[in-house]
RNA sequence: GGCCCCGUCGUCUAGCCAGGUCCAGGACACCAGGUUUUCAUCCUGGCAACGCGGGUUCAAAUCCCGCCGGGGUCACCA
């Protein structure tokens, strides 16, 4: 469709909703920038975003930014403050009924990644990171990195910088984060106690929650009798019930106590809709009166997380499966605090590669990131297959750019089920990567890993390597074991390569051989393996015949590049060498 | 155990919301064949799945119920 034939279907659809008269907004326009609670599905991501900017229009609402100055288009671009969005039109909560068409695509799409440093980039996390990105960079969208680092014990400053420089390798960086600032700092949650603070002074205020003095011990005791009765679990609400009096005589005298959230009492349910998930549901009576702040003053993980989010204005919370369940926690906290809650998509976990429960670096080496850095494996490629875990195009597509990734990229395209950390799918992937690299790239990219081994290869040779071993390896790490025969001159012979040495008349072959390499020109290839072929022809016997001797002796395997190529590798002194000592492991 | 989520080839998945075009499509892995001096690449072909049982319907992988199986979560961790 003719991009003015579709900026006039976008007006035929607005222009009634503009020009219906809404009631005149006296009220200042407030500053707060969360989206008010309206009527219809506030959290269609859809209909938030398309809507296209219509130039020049005015709202009903005299508020000076009223009037849209940005033209037409939306959603794309690399601008993530959000160009081609209109900046102001419906801010007005007052009006907002009136203008809801308009009204969704002021607010900017806002997503966070918030892992707590543990000392490793989770794969799972990396995942996550990357689909809360992905939507952010599709959307015009802000990507926020949010520590949650409250627990001191674990917090160092290594584990922060491992997440900072894995998401950097995988090109994730955040718009807004404790490296990079913003608006909404800060963005550790070791720094934000004192916003905390007060919002829990205001819960308390507000009458929300209630202090709960019921010691470790009794509840270790009330659990182990719940157990015991198989009873439900949760705290019984002691504290709840306590006598004015007597709450207000204990906080006085300084008793030690944790603040715990009222849950309703009356059975009504809580409700998720989940983008990815759909309405998921939980009744009444199974919520508890969880802890909000513990004895020490230090808020929970919960309430930092759902006071964030709102301070940090996150309209979109992409995040693991497994914290579906403090999504109803986090609802309760958000309606204790009268806030709307953003739109939540749980994603579906990775499981271990046998399928036996989520991944963790405790079992599975494979959870961390870096081990996917150290063994060499393109960022693309793990970028793409990341993407792959859980989210597809269509049924098809599956190499896919970055680009791709982010114009494809859907939430309604992700799939709810668990999934296998499908690492055969990585190789083959990582191997289409390099394969489709040019030459030059894959010598770049290899030449750290042979350093590593104290090896040397320089310009030619670096890229013949690289020419020779480029569709065998899957990983650029892989060079270090495919190509050791390359470098090491005391290798151990493969048992399968000296059964080849052994053979009837191999030593004789290659000892008539000799003379003819002493004259070839190693650096062509070509006329090498002519002068091979002719070789052959005149003692009346097939190519294999000397090709895998000479293979065996020169590389002492059976497998690899091509022989001329090997052979160039190798070098002329170093295969003369290298043939003699075949012969005599041949004859011995 | 309670609560919640999930259930298509060995694996990752498309299809399910809007039932027929699906005796279920793609990819990886695997197997076979071809090309090749080996291996890899590349090409061709093959194997292989709707968890089970009811129901609704002319018709169900698709809708409903039950069961079974897997996973998550139940901390003054995050």
Redesign the pocket.
Same mark, same amino acid.
Do not use: M
């Given at each position: 469709m003719p991009a003015a034939a579709e900026e006039q279907s976008w007006a035929a659809f607005f222009l009634p909703l503009l020009v219906t008269p809404s009631p005149p907004c006296s009220t200042p326009r407030p500053s707060i920038r969360r989206l008010p609670v309206l009527p219809h599905d506030v959290q269609d991501l859809d209909r938030r975003l398309q809507p296209p900017c219509l130039p020049g229009t005015t709202t009903s609402c005299s508020s000076p930014t009223d009037t849209c100055a940005v033209g037409g288009g939306h959603g794309g671009g690399a601008d993530v403050s959000g160009a081609g969005i209109c900046p102001g039109v419906g801010r007005c909560s007052q009006c907002a009924d009136a203008l809801q068409g308009v009204f969704f695509m002021t607010q900017p799409l806002r997503v966070r990644f918030?892992?707590?440093p +543990?000392g490793y980039l989770h794969i799972g996390g990396a995942r996550t990171a990357l689909f809360n990105w992905l939507l952010a960079r599709k959307e015009g969208g802000v990507f926020v990195l949010r520590m949650? /680092? +409250?627990?001191a014990e674990?917090n160092t400053e290594a584990a922060r910088e491992t997440i900072f420089r894995g998401l950097d390798w995988l090109g994730l960086t955040p718009d807004e984060g404790p490296e990079q600032g913003g608006p909404f700092g800060p963005y550790s =949650?070791s720094e934000r106690a004192d916003l905390y603070k007060k919002h829990v002074e205001e819960l308390i205020a507000k009458g929300a929650v209630y202090p709960?003095f019921?010691?470790?011990e009794r509840?270790a005791e009330l659990?182990a009798k719940q !157990?015991a009765e @198989?009873a *439900?679990?949760?705290?019984d609400r002691l504290c709840r019930h306590l006598d004015a009096a007597d709450v207000a005589k204990r906080l006085e005298e300084g008793v030690?106590?944790?603040w715990r959230l009222k849950a309703p009492l009356d059975a009504e349910g809580l409700v998720i809709d989940?983008k990815?998930?759909?309405?998921? %549901?939980?009744?009444g009576k199974?919520i %508890?009166d969880?802890?909000l702040v513990?004895?020490?003053g230090?808020p929970?993980?919960?309430l930092?997380v759902v006071v964030d989010d709102h301070l940090m204005e996150i309209s979109h919370v992409l995040r693991?499966? /497994?914290?579906?369940?403090?999504t109803?926690k986090q609802l309760l906290i958000y309606k204790a605090f009268g806030w709307e809650p953003p739109v939540f998509a749980?994603l579906?976990?990775i &499981?271990g590669?046998k399928? %036996?429960?989520?991944l963790?670096k405790r079992k599975h080496p494979e959870a961390a990131l870096e081990l996917y850095q150290q063994r060499g494996y393109p960022t693309e490629a793990l970028v793409n297959w990341l993407a &792959?875990?859980?989210?597809?195009m /269509?049924? !098809? +597509?599956?190499v896919m750019t970055r680009e791709e990734l982010i114009r494809n990229f859907s939430l *309604? =395209?992700?799939?709810?089920?668990?999934?296998?950390?499908?690492l /055969? @799918?990585l190789?083959?992937?990582s191997?289409?990567y390099i394969?489709n690299m040019p030459v030059s790239e894959v010598a770049r990219a290899i030449r750290p890993f042979i350093q590593s081994q104290g090896w040397h290869a320089e310009e030619p040779l670096l890229l013949t390597l690289a020419e020779a071993f480029q569709?065998?390896?899957r990983a650029f790490g892989d060079i270090v074991d495919q190509a050791a025969w390359v470098f090491e001159d005391k290798e151990e012979i493969e048992p399968k390569a000296l059964k080849k040495l052994k053979k009837e008349g191999a030593a004789d072959i290659l000892e008539a051989y000799i003379p003819v390499l002493l004259e070839a020109d190693f650096d062509d290839?070509e006329a090498m393996?002519a002068r091979a072929r002719a070789f052959c022809e005149e003692r009346g016997v097939g190519?294999?015949a000397l090709?895998?001797p000479l293979?065996a002796s020169v590389t002492r395997? +059976?497998?690899?590049?091509?022989?001329?190529?090997c052979l160039r590798l190798v070098g002329k002194e170093r295969v003369i060498r290298r043939i003699r000592e075949g012969i005599e492991r041949a004859r011995s």
């Open positions: 918030a892992p707590s +543990t949650e /680092d +409250t627990d674990r =949650q709960c019921c010691t470790r509840l659990r !157990e @198989k *439900d679990l949760g705290y030690p106590h944790t989940d990815v998930r759909g309405r998921v %549901e939980v009744a199974d %508890e969880i802890i513990r004895a020490n230090v929970v993980y919960n930092a693991g499966e /497994d914290h579906l369940t403090n109803f749980h579906p976990l &499981l590669p399928g %036996e429960g989520k963790s &792959l875990i859980g989210w597809r /269509d049924g !098809e +597509t599956e *309604d =395209q992700v799939s709810a089920g668990g999934a296998r950390l499908p /055969d @799918k190789d083959w992937l191997g289409e394969r569709p065998r390896i290839v393996e190519l294999g090709v895998h293979r395997r +059976t497998a690899g590049p091509g022989l001329f190529d």
